[in-house]
């Protein structure tokens, strides 16, 4: 499993994940990463996240509002919400780009990585920047699935 976070100034972090994430290995990962940068940062900053069990069960809610991190509050099932949805086909078009194989788990982490390392600033803002838009969608719609 791929952990990783981006903002509209570039990437923040991506980390692979050996074996099931649970509360404890996800609350660890927000004690090193995301709540440093909260705290850190001079941004008015609002977390986004999915509606995975170990992100959502009253655990993390409490620690995220004891760590004041705020969160955003989040629809169950709306990938087309989420711009980090995007972010991994994009990755993942890179990565398999020309149908290339991989010889091993080792020689995939490493174009994975590299190919985080060289994402576009200006495809991070284009993203963060649709986030306003498909809002609007959502609340057009009624609530319906949009295409993003």
Not at 3 to 14: E, I, M, N, P, Y
Not at 17 to 29: F, R
Not at 72 to 82: A, E, G, K, R, V
Not at 124 to 147: A, P
């Amino acid at each position: 499993m791929v952990w990783a976070a981006f903002t509209a100034q570039g990437t923040l972090h991506l980390e692979f994940i050996e074996g099931t994430m649970t509360s404890g290995s996800y609350k660890k990962l927000m004690e090193r990463i995301i709540v440093p940068f909260v705290l850190n940062s001079d941004e008015n900053f609002i977390y986004q996240q999915d509606n995975a069990s170990v992100h959502v069960n009253g655990e993390m809610r409490g620690f995220f509002e004891g760590k004041g991190v705020p969160v955003l509050d989040w629809p169950s099932c709306s990938p087309d919400l989420n711009p980090m949805e995007n972010l991994w086909g994009w990755i993942v078009q890179k990565v398999y780009d020309q149908c290339i194989s991989y010889r091993s788990k080792k020689d995939l982490k490493n174009a994975i990585l590299d190919t985080w390392r060289n994402i576009p600033l200006n495809l991070l803002k284009k993203y963060y920047v649709s986030m306003q838009k498909r809002c609007h969608g959502i609340i057009k719609s009624l609530g319906e699935r949009i295409n993003y």
